[in-house]
């Protein structure tokens, strides 16, 4: 079964500590995305990557980090710098075609990080 | 820029009934859209998308939606609502920017279907 996994479903994490989201795909694709999602404010992307050990800050980076080690696991690390961390992430991934901006990005099943 | 904008962050419909989710988007270049559904506590998961090849989309579930340049819409439609329409519905502009796809999402509009 190809697709993209995303562990733990659900997280709790003490202020001031640092977290890590892991997502993984066995669908051989290059691209990809972490995007946070609170209501009402639909998707904003942290971050992305399109090759190994190559990323790019997205619109609301600050508080993140990430890591492309390999092609198919791009975890996030949700630092104590983020100031409001609580919210549901999600990460995608997408093949890189001619134009990219056809690509279908497909999407992992999210983790719900709670900061308590 | 791009920006996507979903009239109506709630639409309740009954069962059998037409459904109707409204987006208009703004782009500076011919723009690629998508309709996305997100279940409660899932990803997303894409529905249809528009890539210029034609103006009607048909997607999955029955959906489908029209691209109307004049008018810079995008609506999704299903004939007759199902109980298993009750979702999120995600429109998105796409655009390649810099080397990478750059895909701005809408607000999502809730759909509750009454039986």
């Known amino acids: 079964d190809g697709g993209i996994t995303q562990s733990p479903k659900y997280l709790f994490r003490k202020e001031g500590q640092n977290v890590t989201l892991s997502c993984e795909q066995n669908?051989?694709?290059?691209?990809m995305y972490w995007y946070r999602q609170d209501p009402g404010q639909g998707l904003r992307l942290i971050y992305y990557?399109?090759?190994?050990?190559?990323?790019q800050k997205g619109d609301i980076a600050e508080g993140y980090s990430v890591s492309r080690e390999k092609k198919e696991s791009f975890p996030l690390t949700v630092t104590s710098a983020q100031k409001n961390p609580t919210a549901f992430y999600l990460c995608?991934?997408?093949?890189?075609?001619?134009?990219?901006?056809?690509?279908?990005?497909?999407f992992g099943p999210g983790t719900r990080l709670t900061v308590l | 820029a791009q920006s996507v904008t979903q009239l109506g962050s709630h639409v309740s419909v009954s069962e059998g009934a037409l459904v109707l989710l409204r987006c208009n988007y703004s782009?500076?270049?011919?723009?690629?859209l998508f309709w996305y559904v997100q279940y409660p506590n899932q990803g997303l998961q894409l529905l249809l998308k528009?890539?210029?090849?034609?103006?009607l989309v048909k997607g999955i579930n029955g959906f489908e939606a029209e691209f109307k340049k004049s008018e810079t819409s995008f609506h999704l439609t299903k004939p007759s609502a199902h109980m298993s329409d009750a979702a999120e519905y995600f429109c998105?502009?796409?655009?390649?920017?810099?080397?990478?796809?750059?895909?701005?999402f809408g607000i999502g509009t809730k759909l509750q279907v009454i039986p």
């Open positions: 995608a991934s997408s093949i890189l075609s001619r134009p990219h901006s056809t690509d279908t990005q497909y």
């Open positions: 669908l051989n694709h290059d691209a």
């Open positions: 990557s399109q090759i190994v050990n190559d990323f």
């Open positions: 782009s500076s270049v011919p723009p690629y």
């Open positions: 528009y890539t210029s090849a034609a103006t």
């Open positions: 998105a502009v796409s655009l390649s920017r810099g080397g990478y796809q750059k895909v701005t």
